[in-house]
């Protein structure tokens, strides 16, 4: 065994990616609890083993912290039982081993010392044949939407013939907080790869967890790297839910939702605003004895609501971006309440100066848009007071929303050069995680030119279309298709005032 006295002292103290949890406790250094030379059975790289048990001594009395999610076994030989008695450790499989394989105990913050807690990250490695492999396959997992590191996702090497959501995997391991992952000492061999955030750790990917796969076999080599994107995906159940936005509206979604089909208490509902055909805001009138009971087709829902949330005035809301708004803008504000009437003596706009200011109005569903007709040199006031809105059941509660003025020498013009994105995109103009602009891009688009915005710092948000339904789609297991592309720029200049820009998104060189 003398060729592998060097390997022995590398692997004992190997920091890999392939870890089963990230590390949590303190923080791992020289004092950390450390296994004792020559006391490991079988010994680190040792060849032709056939037991069921690995036991190693400790240079100090150590605790085990949560054996059950922090110790794993690669390939899975069974069930795995981990004890200690003062300095000593002893893990217990009950399954076979397979001939002619090497096996890894990978154990992530599981030992720790009883004084400072201290713990760190073991591998124990050995084969039941007459070599050790050493074969590896590598990569990262990021979000699919946000294009961010997917964290502590649970990352699984499958035979090609297994089914992720009913079978283990052969090999298992965790991404890190970079959301890269790595698999080492494999036997040749071609592999499923597939990962899941294991909310209720139970070690299978569940209805309403996200996922991420390669949708071709992964081949074990010295460097075989995979880069996998995660969503959720749609949940196959089709029931019927319903939130409450107190007190006059609630949204009904998860199913294709109708009007007609929908009742509340037996009586027919009222539409206020449809945002997909699974995505409905309704009115929510009173009921006299607190209960509401929803019924689509053969989903029923009940739902207790106490008068006082019902008797409660509604909300304006301000829709304005960052309250800015230019001159000849329309203003849109919602509400949680169907309005009946407004009150335009009691909807005040004026600027800082109190010089008041005339104005049209539209309403319709939830949403109010106010049009200012007269030009002002200063930042806007608008002021609904108390009872400016009335709603089926309830008037408004009073809010006074403060606007910055633009004009359009205040404002930046900005032409896009989008002749390298082929087909079908949705290209959004983006300030933080709101989308300022949206543009549906054809085959035949070239240019995007976006007037009169306001000078701040923008990114550029581009989903590829795929199907051409003007949304984002997430991945699909059972058919095998990938989340839909997404790809973000920095513009490369700043908007100014009065500025016209031209930028090119080149996708050749986006990395």
């Given at each position: 065994m003398a060729r592998y006295s060097l390997f022995l002292g590398i692997l004992l103290?190997?920091?890999?990616?392939?870890?089963?949890?990230?590390?949590?406790?303190?923080?791992?250094?020289?004092?950390?609890?450390?296994?004792?030379?020559?006391?490991?059975?079988?010994?680190?790289?040792?060849?032709?083993?056939n037991q069921n048990e690995l036991n190693v001594k400790f240079n100090e009395y150590f605790t085990l912290n949560d054996p059950a999610n922090t110790v794993v076994m690669n390939p899975n030989a069974g069930k795995l039982e981990v004890t200690s008695n003062k300095r000593e450790l002893s893990i217990k499989w009950d399954g076979p081993l397979?001939?002619?394989?090497?096996?890894?105990?990978?154990?992530?913050?599981?030992?720790?010392?009883?004084?400072?807690?201290?713990?760190?990250?073991?591998?124990?490695?050995?084969?039941?044949?007459?070599?050790i492999d050493s074969l590896k396959i590598r990569g990262v997992i990021t979000d699919g939407f946000s294009n961010k590191p997917s964290t502590a996702f649970t990352v699984g090497l499958y035979d090609s013939v297994k089914d992720p959501y009913k079978d283990a995997p052969a090999y298992i391991c965790k991404s890190n907080d970079k959301g890269e992952f790595e698999f080492s000492y494999l036997k040749p061999g071609q592999y499923q790869l597939f990962a899941f955030f294991d909310s209720n750790k139970d070690r299978l990917p569940s209805i309403g967890e996200d996922i991420a796969y390669s949708t071709k076999l992964i081949s074990s080599k010295d460097s075989t790297f995979s880069h996998i994107l995660t969503s959720k995906p749609k949940s196959p159940l089709k029931q019927l839910q319903v939130k409450i936005?107190?007190?006059?509206?609630?949204?009904?979604?998860?199913?294709?939702?109708?009007?007609?089909?929908?009742?509340?208490?037996?009586q027919p509902v009222q539409l206020i605003k449809r945002f997909a055909s699974d995505s409905v805001l309704f009115a929510l009138p009173n009921s006299p004895n607190e209960i509401y009971t929803f019924i689509d087709g053969p989903d029923t829902i009940t739902k207790i609501i106490s008068l006082k949330d019902r008797n409660k005035n509604f909300s304006v809301l301000n829709k304005v971006h960052k309250s800015a708004w230019t001159l000849g803008d329309?203003?849109?504000?919602?509400?949680?309440?169907?309005?009946?009437?407004?009150?335009?003596?009691?909807?005040?706009?004026?600027?800082?100066?109190?010089?008041?200011?005339?104005?049209?109005f539209l309403f319709s569903g939830n949403q109010v848009r106010i049009i200012p007709k007269t030009p002002i040199s200063f930042d806007l006031i608008v002021d609904f007071k108390m009872g400016a809105l009335k709603g089926k059941t309830n008037i408004n509660d009073s809010i006074k929303v403060e606007l910055k003025t633009y004009r359009t020498s205040d404002l930046s013009n900005l032409k896009l050069n989008v002749e390298s994105m082929k087909g079908r995109w949705i290209i959004q103009l983006m300030d933080g995680t709101t989308a300022i602009r949206t543009f549906l891009k054809t085959d035949t688009d070239s240019i995007i030119n976006w007037t009169n915005l306001v000078p701040v710092v923008y990114q550029i948000r581009c989903i590829k279309d795929v199907n051409g339904n003007g949304k984002w789609d997430a991945g699909n297991w059972a058919l095998k298709s990938q989340p839909e592309r997404v790809v973000r720029f920095e513009l490369k200049s700043k908007l100014r005032?009065?500025?016209?820009?031209?930028?090119?998104?080149?996708l050749e060189t986006h990395e």
């Open positions: 103290l190997l920091f890999g990616c392939a870890e089963i949890v990230p590390l949590t406790g303190g923080p791992s250094d020289n004092q950390a609890a450390l296994p004792v030379e020559g006391t490991q059975n079988p010994e680190q790289g040792a060849l032709q083993v397979q001939t002619n394989t090497t096996y890894i105990i990978q154990m992530n913050g599981t030992i720790r010392d009883l004084n400072e807690k201290n713990d760190t990250i073991h591998q124990f490695v050995f084969s039941t044949g007459n070599q936005l107190n007190p006059g509206t609630f949204y009904a979604s998860g199913k294709e939702i109708s009007e007609s089909n929908l009742s509340l208490n037996s329309t203003l849109l504000f919602e509400t949680n309440e169907l309005i009946d009437q407004i009150d335009t003596s009691l909807i005040i706009l004026e600027d800082k100066t109190k010089l008041r200011m005339k104005y049209d005032p009065n500025w016209d820009i031209e930028e090119t998104l080149d």
